[in-house]
């Protein structure tokens, strides 16, 4: 019988496929140079693609109709060519990698046109997903696991339907503990605002964690009752989301940052970070110092022409693609609905690697539409 030792740990460890040596090691993720990080993704995206070409069979079509072969996957410019589903498919199809007895949770979302969007997930294709919220918590220097607490904003009443968002924002209850300031699907701001106030006084670090439509609704009622909030450097406003249907509302995220930092008293608009995620991304990715979204080493994104599909340099601004290796339960290769780019310069917080911006959601019945569609029509069931 082997008795778990730390050298039986540093085994184990070293036995894990490298992806999750990366998600889940203690070295910072964000410390490689473009080449050797591109090189590493080369290798996980290969073994991913291998995987959800045997275990899917509607992804294994596609791929067998575009006539990708996987072993022409030879240099880190080859990833964009990788075939790539529009999110959109989730709404329509099932498709998974694993028997569904395999799986652990069925992951919907609303969306915001009213569909839903199904996505399963195995342990592991979870697990990873939690380790990509521990990396981008390490973008927030000060916040240790062991002294933070957190109070979660929760998903707002329009916002209840979205599943997944609920279950991302229960992440944080893994990593700190959490009080919920949601009741019956409404916000109670009078106990988000007391649990803020008991949280400063007794933990060293803590996080105020929601969409941000309802951290400006609790910084408004907090304003209109008079508090005084010391958030200085121990409290951090950790926004994911985005506004979702309150878009009318929607404050620009200067003016949103500004009024975080007025409120509640923050040392500076450091103090407020946003997360991104999407029901079918198995990453997170969050904002450092600077508001650079940093692309954690394994996720490969890929920014494209909105008509032609075709990759665009970094700078300009097109559909962001995903190729994510850490899901194993689906093909997480999927082209989104959001307008964003990848930054051409360095992040001003000095860490190496790629920011991405998101610039907005894309409307319906934009012209990429039919790009895209001619994409679905690979995937029509087979018959
Ligand atoms: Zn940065």
Redesign the pocket.
């Known amino acids: 019988v082997i008795q778990p030792t730390a050298t039986t740990e540093h085994v184990i460890l070293t036995t894990l496929p490298e992806i999750d040596r990366l998600i889940f090691g203690e070295a910072d993720p964000f410390r490689f140079e473009a080449a050797e990080e591109a090189r590493l993704r080369l290798s996980f995206v290969r073994d991913a693609l291998l995987l959800h070409r045997e275990g899917c069979p509607e992804y294994g079509r596609f791929l067998e109709r575009l006539g990708f072969e996987v072993e022409t996957l030879q240099e880190p410019a080859d990833l964009d060519r990788v075939p790539q589903l529009p999110t959109s498919i989730f709404k329509r199809l099932t498709l998974t990698s694993l028997p569904v007895s395999a799986m652990e949770k069925r992951c919907t979302s609303s969306g915001t046109a009213g569909t839903l969007s199904v996505v399963w997930r195995d342990r592991t294709t979870l697990d990873r997903l939690l380790g990509s919220l521990r990396v981008g918590i390490g973008l927030i220097a000060s916040w240790f696991d062991d002294e933070a607490e957190a109070i979660n904003l929760g998903p707002d009443r329009q916002q209840a339907g979205d599943l997944w968002f609920s279950y991302v924002m229960s992440l944080v209850e893994l990593v700190s503990p959490t009080r919920h300031c949601v009741d019956r699907g409404e916000l109670d701001l009078a106990a988000a605002a007391g649990g803020l106030l008991m949280a400063l006084a007794r933990a060293a670090q803590v996080a105020l964690v929601g969409p941000p439509a309802l951290a400006v609704a609790l910084a408004e009622d907090i304003q209109r009752r008079g508090i005084t909030v010391r958030g200085g450097d121990r409290l951090t406003v950790v926004t994911g989301g985005g506004w979702k249907r309150d878009r009318e509302s929607a404050l620009d995220k200067g003016a949103f940052r500004r009024l975080m930092v007025e409120t509640l008293g923050l040392e500076g608009e450091e103090r407020v970070r946003d997360a991104f995620n999407q029901v079918e991304l198995n990453t997170i990715v969050m904002e450092?110092?600077?508001h650079?979204k940093?692309v954690p080493p394994w996720l490969h994104v890929t920014i494209r022409d909105p008509r032609t599909l075709q990759p665009v340099p970094p700078g300009v601004p097109g559909l962001l693609s995903y190729l994510d290796p850490s899901a194993a339960s689906y093909p997480c290769f999927i082209i989104a609905d959001d307008v964003g780019m990848l930054r051409s310069d360095p992040?001003?917080?000095g860490?190496p690697g790629r920011?991405v911006e998101l610039i907005r959601r894309v409307e319906q019945m934009e012209s990429w539409g039919c790009a895209i569609k001619m994409g679905q029509a690979y995937l029509q069931p087979a018959g």
């Open positions: 450092c110092e600077h650079g940093h992040c001003r917080c860490r920011t």
